[in-house]
């Protein structure tokens, strides 16, 4: 059953082994924000046990507001970048493709933390998601460094030989915040519906095709729910969600990593399809899914140092066999175990263990 799992994928001239991909997973482990050689060890132990893809935890782009914990490793300057040298280094010694997923926090940055204390957060128009104004809307001028500090950081990646890159606009994080009409309350170009609302991504996306050149694929990851309201949604019809998404398209991405809770739900009623199947059938661009694989309990239960159960991986199979989706992302199940993935492609479905709650705190 997992022939097409383990079937080689083809995207902008990048071929990856396999459609699995490590989802990515913030737990800081990189003091002052530059990782050492145990997240290179990390990355690597995946990569040598048939991952075809990694994205990487997320890593924060140069705004001084751009991260809530000193912890979490950067993407600029000349210490983080040679630890991420090593991470791209110890990959290409192996099978598998790695991509930085590049991050800004927004307004989920309390005052006072980060690498930078002293700086103030970045926001669509300084709302907090209760439609609390708490600071002024950025200028045109620094809207437009934001756009430019992720395309910073792409080409950094693209310089040191990574083989694709994800631009992380999900969560309730900055460029999710200007996809919400709660907190994106400007009437420029940025602002307005939610088509508007989508192009701060769709400029940054562009400005990352011109610092990467045409033989880097770009990925896009973007969600309905929210950290501050898991029940919120952009779209809640097709029609939303196919105007939502062909502003990216029209931008030139080349994957969707379409991130639900649970990948098994469906997306709108009627319909069987999660939302990488309508993001696929809506715009015809490969899609990653991605939610709770390989175990019965979603991810945020983690957070509250909750288990899971291994799970079944007949529906991703069957689901993947119908073309529903391209590439699977496996988080928790991947974090728990590095030799998830060979154990997988090897039959072993007896050895896949539960989640104990437990690995976010590590790192091995």
């Known amino acids: 059953m997992a022939n097409t799992l383990f079937t080689p994928f083809s995207v902008r001239g990048l071929t990856l082994q396999n459609r699995i991909v490590m989802a990515p997973m913030t737990r800081g482990f990189s003091p002052d924000g530059v990782p050492g050689e145990n997240v290179a060890a990390y990355y690597k132990r995946r990569a040598e046990s048939d991952v075809g893809l990694i994205v990487t935890e997320g890593t924060v782009i140069d705004r001084l507001g751009a991260s809530n914990d000193p912890n979490y490793p950067k993407f600029h300057g000349e210490a983080p970048l040679a630890g991420w040298k090593a991470v791209a280094d110890a990959v290409a010694d192996t099978p598998s493709k790695i991509a930085p997923q590049l991050w800004h926090v927004g307004m989920m940055r309390k005052a006072g933390t980060g690498h930078n204390p002293e700086a103030?957060?970045?926001?669509?128009?300084?709302?907090?998601?209760?439609?609390?104004?708490?600071?002024?809307?950025?200028?045109?001028?620094?809207?437009?460094?934001?756009?430019?500090?992720?395309?910073?950081?792409?080409?950094?990646?693209?310089?040191?030989?990574?083989?694709?890159?994800?631009?992380?606009?999900?969560?309730?994080?900055?460029?999710?915040?200007?996809?919400?009409?709660?907190?994106?309350?400007?009437?420029?170009?940025?602002?307005?519906?939610?088509?508007?609302?989508?192009?701060?991504?769709?400029?940054?996306?562009r400005e990352c095709r011109k610092a990467v050149g045409e033989d880097m694929p770009i990925i896009l990851r973007f969600?309905?729910?929210?950290?501050?309201?898991?029940?919120?949604?952009?779209?809640?019809?097709?029609?939303?969600?196919?105007?939502?998404?062909?502003?990216?398209?029209?931008?030139?991405?080349?994957?969707?990593?379409?991130?639900?809770?649970?990948?098994?739900?469906?997306?709108?009623?009627?319909?069987?399809?999660n939302l990488a199947g309508w993001a696929k059938k809506l715009t015809g661009l490969p899609t990653i899914t991605v939610g709770s694989v390989g175990l019965n309990g979603d991810f945020i239960k983690a957070f509250q140092g909750e288990g899971a159960e291994a799970a079944s991986l007949d529906e991703i199979h069957e689901r993947l066999d119908k073309g529903e989706f391209d590439l699977v992302a496996v988080g928790r199940a991947l974090l728990q175990d590095p030799y998830w993935a060979t154990k997988v492609k090897e039959g072993r479905s007896g050895e896949l263990s539960a989640y104990d709650g437990k690995a976010l705190g590590t790192l091995f």
């Open 120 to 205: 103030q957060s970045d926001s669509p128009s300084g709302v907090t998601h209760t439609g609390k104004s708490v600071l002024p809307a950025p200028s045109d001028e620094e809207v437009a460094d934001m756009v430019n500090s992720y395309a910073r950081s792409a080409k950094s990646a693209k310089d040191l030989g990574f083989d694709a890159i994800e631009i992380h606009g999900a969560h309730g994080y900055l460029i999710d915040q200007f996809f919400w009409d709660i907190m994106n309350q400007r009437e420029d170009k940025y602002g307005g519906g939610l088509a508007e609302r989508a192009t701060f991504a769709a400029d940054i996306i």
């Open 223 to 273: 969600s309905q729910w929210k950290q501050q309201d898991y029940t919120a949604r952009l779209a809640d019809t097709p029609q939303k969600l196919e105007a939502f998404l062909k502003v990216f398209v029209d931008a030139g991405v080349d994957v969707l990593h379409c991130s639900q809770r649970r990948f098994w739900e469906p997306e709108f009623e009627d319909s069987h399809l």
